[in-house]
């Protein structure tokens, strides 16, 4: 995957065998060399097996992910002697709601969600546009069953029974406007779809990715609190894109191998806001003060520098939608059981004296099961000082999603 063969395996989001099926161009075949006497009777997500030897130069989760899933390759062997045949049938489980399907990020999150294994339904959502691309995704052969849902009177039955719901619905930012010009429109939207899953599924994780995230993400507690369904550990701003820029960032600059490096950021999502710890960077790197400082100014303004490059065209989609990806993904595996799942997050916090903050959170099957707080402990001066420039500024933000609820009416 003599009593032994081979198999390839891409670790994206999804594994293929035999055809090759790879869903983000910087992964590498991961290579798999599975001996044994046994076969499988079942193969759950990216999960089985009892003796694995894995190579790869990139990981679409990283590093330690990477080492999780080889250790949960082991652990799920399932002995059945059938002369020496593997049998691999994997067992999606999972059902998956986009929320803003038809737009620039919903697109192409869509088709890389429909390449996870762990996905047995991906419903489609948005207001217009989206039974092309249902069936445009539909006719790729992967497990899930692709179902399509328009306009309002089919929102609710896009969420019965979804276990995670992303939501990227809203406009994009355009040339010259700020996350803060989107507010009045994106908050209206987050609203009204976040009282739906309220409704629908109170118990999914949600995932929003509307931005400007700093507020949209106390929207959404605040109209589930009003329907008496929160819970503070299912609710996540989708901070990914901003690790993915980093490790990028700091492999580029010190010519590192991407896989290895892990930069975590906390603080919030927009502008200086957005804190890279440097300092906290794996493996350990040092920064001169200049490097340090450029770094950080490159990932804070990311989302402008695409914006800038794409001259009025869209704003970062197909980042976005990767780093979505990886983040639905850690969920998924969260919730079949990995013990091991760590991800960066916008989510109800006490790490910094404010309501909401980002950092690293470890997932389990009923969300956070903890905040990282040692990855702001013993923070350069740099670092320390750019945190406590961005507590205003992030707390602004976060009181105006709050009091934009609470001056609506809420939905019945």
Do not use: W
């Given at each position: ?71 949960s390759f082991a652990q799920k062997a399932q002995k059945q002697n059938q002369n020496y045949q593997y049998q691999l049938q994997p067992q999606a489980s999972y059902k998956v709601t986009v929320l803003g399907a038809a737009g620039g990020i919903g697109q192409p999150l869509a088709l890389l969600i429909k390449m996870s294994p762990l996905v047995s339904a991906l419903h489609l959502y948005d207001i217009a546009n989206v039974k092309g691309v249902a069936a445009d995704l539909s006719h790729c052969n992967t497990p899930s069953q692709v179902l399509d849902f328009t306009g309002a009177s089919e929102l609710a039955d896009s969420l019965k ?252």
């Amino acid at each position: 995957m003599a009593a032994s063969s081979a198999a390839s395996m891409s670790i994206g989001s999804t594994v293929s065998f035999g055809n090759k099926i790879g869903p983000f161009p910087q992964s590498k075949p991961l290579a798999v060399k599975i001996s044994s006497q046994n076969s499988f009777t079942s193969f759950s997500g990216l999960k089985a097996a009892k003796c694995v030897s894995c190579k790869a130069d990139l990981s679409f989760l990283g590093k330690e992910t990477t080492s999780a899933l080889r250790q949960s390759f082991a652990q799920k062997a399932q002995k059945q002697n059938q002369n020496y045949q593997y049998q691999l049938q994997p067992q999606a489980s999972y059902k998956v709601t986009v929320l803003g399907a038809a737009g620039g990020i919903g697109q192409p999150l869509a088709l890389l969600i429909k390449m996870s294994p762990l996905v047995s339904a991906l419903h489609l959502y948005d207001i217009a546009n989206v039974k092309g691309v249902a069936a445009d995704l539909s006719h790729c052969n992967t497990p899930s069953q692709v179902l399509d849902f328009t306009g309002a009177s089919e929102l609710a039955d896009s969420l019965k029974g979804t276990n995670v719901v992303v939501i990227p619905a809203g406009v994009p930012r355009k040339p010259g406007m700020t996350r803060d010009d989107l507010f009045n429109i994106n908050a209206n939207i987050v609203k009204t779809l976040v009282e739906a899953v309220a409704d629908n599924c109170p118990d999914a994780f949600i995932h929003i990715i509307s931005n400007p995230v700093n507020s949209t993400v106390p929207i959404a507690a605040e109209v589930l609190k009003q329907k008496g369904v929160y819970d503070p550990k299912k609710l996540f701003g989708v901070t990914t894109l901003d690790v993915v820029r980093a490790n990028t960032f700091v492999a580029q600059k010190k010519n590192l191998k991407l896989i290895d490096v892990d930069v975590p950021v906390v603080g919030g999502h927009a502008g200086i806001t957005i804190l890279p710890l440097l300092s906290k960077t794996k493996p350990s790197i040092s920064f001169t003060d200049e490097e340090m400082e450029q770094l950080t100014v490159r990932i804070q303004n990311a989302g402008t520098e695409v914006v800038e490059a794409k001259a009025g065209a869209g704003s970062a989609t197909l980042s976005m939608a990767y780093a979505a990806a990886r983040f639905v993904e850690s969920s998924l595996r969260a919730l079949d059981g990995d013990g091991d799942v760590y991800e960066c997050a916008f989510v109800q916090s006490d790490l910094a004296d404010l309501p909401f903050f980002a950092s690293r959170v470890k997932l389990g099957k009923k969300g956070i099961e903890a905040l990282i707080s040692s990855d702001l402990q013993g923070l350069t001066e740099y670092e320390q000082k750019a945190l406590e420039t961005l507590k205003p500024e992030l707390k602004a933000s976060i009181e105006k999603g709050i009091a934009f609820v609470h001056k609506q009416p809420v939905a019945a």
